[in-house]
């Protein structure tokens, strides 16, 4: 579904992804891992288009085609989803309306018919329940006076909705207690279908208790360093990452 | 107010002169003495003012030589083309039950016109008819409230106007339907212009919504140059809505002068979709205590096109509150002017005075002047202002991007909820629907900057 090779890409001028190889098949959920400024959140931006980043080398194949040569919104249209680790606030545009839009772009793309406004009510109700979110928060404006929980919970509401093939979670754990935790990683796996699959992004091993990953990356100065199953991730748990990155160090200075 | 006497003005061969004298002469034998004062006067303020130049304070940013220089001939006797109700659709608000009144290039028409309320007391009507036949009830209201011996063009209304709306509103009325006016400009010739003259007197107690819509028939030069007065009396509630929607090519002047007695709320929205120039002097004057005003207004201006707001609220009174927020949209070539004063009179303590004005400004060649203005003289007051200029969010648009939205419509989103803030204000829902759709319209035929 996705291949990434060689992969890099530079911010203000400094380089932050340094030959990223990643394979995803459809039913597969990857965790990439990595301490803070490894380039985790940097590859999610390069990979759902954000402007800002300057690709230097390599390509990304999504469903065999060239997703870096798609716009942002042609991503999305394509099935690629970002749920954001800080989404940002929209004042004035309601968050229904917004994801009606949304999806009925998406589906016109693929040339579906739009849903109309009792379909799309319908569709809400059904993924809303499984979120706890209310009708009276997504009558208001897009994130707007949401905390942070209710912030990522509307984001895994709208990835419920807009029903990607790959999505991508950016940190979707920081700044939620336990229990929002739970819901949010609760609404990721209901998704979870052999057909689609899941990236998830995190510095934390504990959203990895409730998501349970196939494969498990440590990014490392723009490298992924390390590969494994669901136990390195216990590993880095209890030993931190020091010890991969003396390790890397060891093999190949600077 | 002496001030404007010492600015620079344009002294040009003034048509209005003989175009004054004429109508003097013709009205001589069948007008009322006071009301060929009230034009005298009018007229003679229009004189020593002069039409404002670049380095009048007041008029800065906006630059009336175009006009100044403009062949400008009042219509003063008119044939009204034969207009009908299917003429009028685009204006009329869908689902509005009102009172309508309707004005061809400023003369009322009866045809077109439609008085559906029905109450003791109330009188709507034109104020041509009223000036003959309600005498007492209009002659110690016009022309005491809005500034002739200060605005040019309030003065220059003075002398010209041939009619509009008079509304009397009789206490402790709560008017149901709202009163629509409707005047619409059919540009007749190259030079023309129009003076329509407004008075809205809303008794103790009463309650009154007022629309007025500024539309021409085809887009082509015109002048219209309008003055509404209106008066709140002790505790009365009035909402005026001034929607101006003439063409790209149409230049609009307007001054609304509004009264408060005590315990009185206003509110006042205008929506300036934008011409050559359209200026709007909206003015509130607290003569008792305890009064509120909203002034809420969205101006928009493109290629070639200035759209000014000027406004004042002089808290004259002790516990009087007042709101204003202004967001303006400028693209292409456009200026956008805002100026806002608020005057806190010595004793007006408690005054509560909050002015906003947003600006998006979507090209690099658009212009916003931004100016608030507070002369502060009581000391037990809250009055804060704010100004922001910006673009649209680059974070919010990458989110709607990242959604599957495309870029255009994702720009079209953020316009809209940035105009609805402003829109959804407007109380009455039909009206708020109607201005919300044309808006949408506007702002949907905005060019898009390429590669952006």
């Known amino acids: ?254 | 107010m002496t001030e404007t006497l010492s600015n620079p003005v344009f002294r040009p061969i003034d048509p209005y002169v003989s175009a004054f004298e004429r109508l003097f002469a013709a009205e001589q034998d069948r007008t009322p003495d006071w009301i060929s004062k009230l034009r005298q006067n009018g007229f003679m303020h229009y004189q020593e003012l002069g039409l404002p130049g670049p380095d009048h304070e007041e008029w800065r940013f906006t630059n009336i030589s175009p006009l100044a220089s403009r062949p400008t001939v009042p219509i003063l006797v008119h044939t009204h083309p034969p207009l009908t109700m299917a003429n009028l659709q685009p204006w009329l608000i869908p689902g509005l039950e009102c009172n309508r009144l309707v004005f061809i290039d400023g003369h009322y028409s009866a045809q077109l016109s439609e008085i559906k309320s029905k109450a003791e007391g109330l009188k709507i009507c034109s104020l041509a008819r009223a000036m003959t036949i309600k005498t007492a009830l209009v002659e110690p209201h016009l022309g005491r409230h809005a500034q002739a011996t200060s605005q040019a063009f309030v003065a220059l209304n003075t002398a010209f106007f041939q009619d509009g709306a008079f509304i009397w509103v009789p206490a402790g009325l709560a008017l149901v339907e709202p009163v629509h006016l409707l005047f619409i400009s059919t540009v007749p010739e190259t030079g023309a212009s129009i003076h329509p003259r407004n008075l809205i007197l809303v008794q103790r107690d009463a309650r009154l919504q007022v629309i007025e819509t500024y539309a021409q028939l085809k887009e082509g030069e015109n002048l219209t140059n309008t003055v509404t007065e209106i008066v709140a009396g002790p505790n009365a509630r009035v909402e005026h809505c001034k929607y101006q929607c003439e063409g790209p090519q149409s230049y609009h002047l307007a001054a609304i002068q509004i009264h408060q007695e005590a315990h009185s709320e206003t509110v006042s929205h205008s929506i300036s979709l934008g011409g050559r120039l359209a200026r709007n002097d909206i003015q509130s004057h607290f003569a008792g205590a305890g009064g509120n005003s909203l002034f809420n207004g969205l101006y928009l201006a493109g290629n070639d096109q200035l759209t000014d707001h000027h406004t004042v609220i002089d808290h004259a009174q002790p516990h009087c509150g007042s709101h204003e927020f202004y967001n303006g949209i400028l693209h292409g070539r456009g200026r956008g002017v805002f100026n806002g004063k608020i005057f806190v009179r010595p004793g007006a303590q408690k005054t509560e005075a909050k002015q906003t004005n947003r600006n998006l400004v979507l090209s690099d060649e658009a212009v916003i002047d931004t100016k608030p203005q507070l002369e502060i003289f009581a000391d037990d007051v809250k009055c804060t202002h704010g100004a922001t200029v910006g673009q649209l969010d680059s974070e919010a648009l990458f989110y709607l991007q990242s959604r599957g939205i495309g870029r255009d419509l994702a720009r079209q989103m953020l316009m809209h909820a940035f105009a609805q803030e402003i829109i959804d204000r407007v109380g009455n829902e039909p009206l708020r629907d109607y201005l919300d759709a044309r808006v949408q319209e506007q702002l949907a035929a905005i060019p898009l900057p390429v590669n952006s």
């Not at chain 1, 009925?104 to 706890?132: C, H, Q, T, W």
């Not at chain 1, 990607?164 to 939620?176: F, M, N, Q, V, Y």
Request: with cysteine; net charge negative.
């Open chain 1, 1 to 254: 579904m996705l291949e990434i090779k060689n992969l890099m890409a530079k911010v203000e001028g400094k380089n932050i992804l340094k030959g990223i190889n990643l394979r995803v098949k459809p039913g597969e959920v990857h965790a990439i891992m990595g301490p803070n400024g490894s380039g985790k959140s940097t590859l999610a931006s390069v990979l759902v288009g954000r402007s800002a980043y300057e690709i230097t080398g390599g390509e990304v194949l999504f469903e065999g085609k060239d997703l870096l040569a798609l716009k942002a919104e042609e991503r999305a249209r394509a099935g690629v989803f970002l749920a954001f680790q800080y989404p940002v606030e929209i004042p004035g545009v309601n968050c229904t309306y917004f994801l009606k839009m949304a999806l009925n772009e998406i589906r016109k793309s693929r040339g579906l018919e739009p849903l109309d406004a009792v379909d799309f009510l319908a569709l809400m109700k059904e993924k809303m329940k499984y979120l706890e979110l209310s009708e009276s928060l997504l009558s208001r404006a897009v994130n707007e006076g949401f905390s942070g929980g209710e912030k990522k919970r509307n984001e895994v509401f709208q990835m419920a909705i807009l029903d990607p093939k790959l999505a991508i979670l950016d940190e979707t754990d920081s700044g939620l207690d336990i229990d929002a935790l739970k819901v949010v990683a609760e609404g990721v796996n209901r998704l979870k279908r052999p057909d689609n699959a899941q990236i998830v992004i995190t510095h934390y091993q504990r959203l990895l208790d409730y998501i349970v990953p196939d494969f498990v990356h440590v990014l490392y100065n723009g490298r992924i360093v390390k590969s494994g199953g669901k136990d390195l991730a216990l590993e880095l748990e209890e030993r931190g990452y020091d010890w991969i990155i003396s390790a890397v160090s060891e093999a190949a200075p600077n």
